[in-house]
């Protein structure tokens, strides 16, 4: 089975500065990989998601995130963050009939 | 479009009472997926229809919960009796199909305690 993992449970970051939010996985075998957020008592939301083709993958809101086979990552950026990026992100790796999300990262910006 | 539409957004109940959540998934979309989101276990699939069957109830912690999905425009998942370790966060999302590539879009949660 699967297993996503989200190192930083919790990010804080100053306004306007970069970020970037880990998630690793277990098996690279067939799987899409997807980013997702979640803002304070809302359901979640699809940021961006690789399917096949350019390991770079550019979401909504400005972040990116990086597919790396290798290294079994997914790696989610921001060069500038804003307020309103505060939010709980969630990782998730569909395999199979199977979707796996990590445990999550709230993300902080402090003005 | 009217998005996932969860209801109630809120319950409250008492020990080894029923509790039903309900989902409507988006017009169109063919799977529907229940999921719970808890601080200590994160967000867990619970049971996911496709075409109104369901497919894979293994993520179904036990018995006492069960999931109905009569038509292609509703669904149900069922706590009976309840316990105060159900109390979460219930998310409905739905997709297209059940293809790995399809995103799920996800409703707001049903926010469930049990006292």
């Known amino acids: 089975a699967q297993s996503v993992t989200q190192l930083d449970s919790q990010v804080p970051v100053f306004e306007e500065a970069p970020v970037e939010l880990r998630c690793n996985y277990s098996?690279?075998?067939?799987?899409?990989l997807f980013w997702y957020v979640q803002y304070p008592n809302q359901g979640l939301q699809l940021l961006l998601k690789?399917?096949?083709?350019?390991?770079l993958v550019k979401g909504i809101n400005g972040f990116e995130a990086e597919f790396n086979k290798s290294q079994t990552s997914f790696h989610l950026r921001k060069p500038s963050v804003h307020i309103s990026d505060t939010a709980e992100y969630f990782c998730?790796?569909?395999?199979?009939?199977?979707?796996?999300f990590g445990t999550g990262t709230s993300l902080t910006v402090i003005p | 479009d009217a998005g996932v539409i969860q209801s109630p957004r809120h319950e409250v109940t008492e020990m080894g009472q029923e509790v039903t959540l309900r989902c409507k998934p988006i017009?169109?979309?063919?799977?529907l997926f229940w999921y719970r989101q808890t601080m200590m276990r994160g967000l867990e699939l619970l049971i996911y229809?496709?075409?109104?069957?369901?497919?894979?109830d293994s993520g179904m912690p036990e018995d006492r919960f069960s999931a109905k999905m009569p038509n292609a425009s509703f669904s149900t998942l069922k706590i009976q009796p309840s316990e105060p370790r159900d109390s979460a966060v219930y998310f409905c999302?739905?997709?297209?199909?059940?293809?790995?590539?399809?995103?799920?879009?996800f409703g707001p949660g049903t926010r469930l305690t049990v006292l």
């Open positions: 017009s169109g979309h063919n799977s």
């Open positions: 999302a739905s997709s297209q199909r059940a293809a790995r590539t399809d995103t799920q879009y």
């Open positions: 229809f496709n075409n109104n069957v369901p497919i894979d």
């Open positions: 098996s690279s075998v067939s799987v899409y």
């Open positions: 690789y399917l096949s083709g350019s390991t």
């Open positions: 998730a790796v569909r395999s199979g009939n199977q979707f796996y």
